[in-house]
């Protein structure tokens, strides 16, 4: 069962326009989302995160939107730039303080010049 | 320092040797973590320490022993694996494993095990 769902596996678009990932979560306990992007071969790099207290949060180029009732959230880059092909992975952490986070299947980002 | 280091970068390894990945991080956090990531597909927990004790095993098979030695240092004993073991191995760490902490993840090990 698979509680945090990128149902995009690939989103392309051109330089200097809007890039909107989604993601969604079937579990209702999760409060703490994050987002992070990953290059070939290198670790994830952990990009901008989320409390379900807020219902969007901003860090330059990079917002993410959370809407609760619709377990749903988005990451919106804009303007978008090359540098920013990657694979895109939203992850929601798990209740209970263990540290454990669900991640999704990932989003792969090409941004056209 | 934010960052996370592991060595060796890469790694290429028979079916009977015995090999250690080491990972450290001088954040002064209190958590760090191991996963293992095949390609295109999300990172995969298999360990998880909380101030130098082991808080999760996810079932992981006893071919990977992991140690915590210190605060800083955390390592991955490798013994008898197999050829679907190949992966990147990624280490991470936080502020501790609070509900509400980013993770931050080292470049990786490239394990290749023939």
């Known amino acids: 069962d698979q509680q945090v769902k990128q149902n995009s596996p690939s989103l392309s678009v051109q330089e200097g326009r809007i890039s909107i990932l989604n993601c969604d979560y079937t579990?209702?306990?999760?409060?703490?989302f994050l987002w992070y992007k990953k290059y070939p071969a290198e670790g994830p790099t952990f990009l901008i995160s989320?409390?379900?207290?807020?219902d969007k949060n901003e860090d330059g180029r990079f917002t993410v939107f959370l809407n609760k009732s619709a377990k749903h959230l988005s990451l919106h880059i804009v303007p978008s730039q090359p540098g920013d092909s990657a694979v895109y992975f939203c992850?929601?952490?798990?209740?209970?303080?263990?540290?454990?986070?669900?991640f999704g299947q990932g989003t792969t980002l090409q941004v056209k010049p | 320092d934010t960052e996370v280091t592991q060595t060796p970068k890469h790694l290429v390894m028979g079916m009977t040797n015995k090999k250690s990945l080491k990972c450290e991080q001088h954040?002064?956090?209190?958590?760090m973590y191991w996963y293992k990531q095949k390609a295109k597909k999300p990172p995969e927990l298999m360990f998880v320490?909380?101030?130098?004790?082991?808080?999760i095993n996810e079932s992981v098979p006893s071919r990977f022993s992991p140690e915590c030695p210190n605060s800083s240092l955390l390592n991955l004993h490798l013994h008898a694996l197999q050829p679907e073991d190949s992966a990147l191995y990624l280490c991470?760490?936080?502020?501790?494993?609070?509900?509400?902490?980013?993770?931050?993840f080292g470049p990786g090990t490239r394990l290749t095990v023939l």
């Open positions: 991470a760490s936080s502020q501790d494993a609070g509900s509400y902490n980013e993770q931050f």
């Open positions: 579990n209702s306990m999760f409060d703490y």
């Open positions: 989320i409390s379900s207290i807020k």
């Open positions: 992850a929601a952490s798990s209740p209970g303080n263990t540290g454990k986070l669900i």
């Open positions: 954040m002064g956090h209190r958590a």
């Open positions: 320490y909380s101030y130098e004790k082991l808080s």
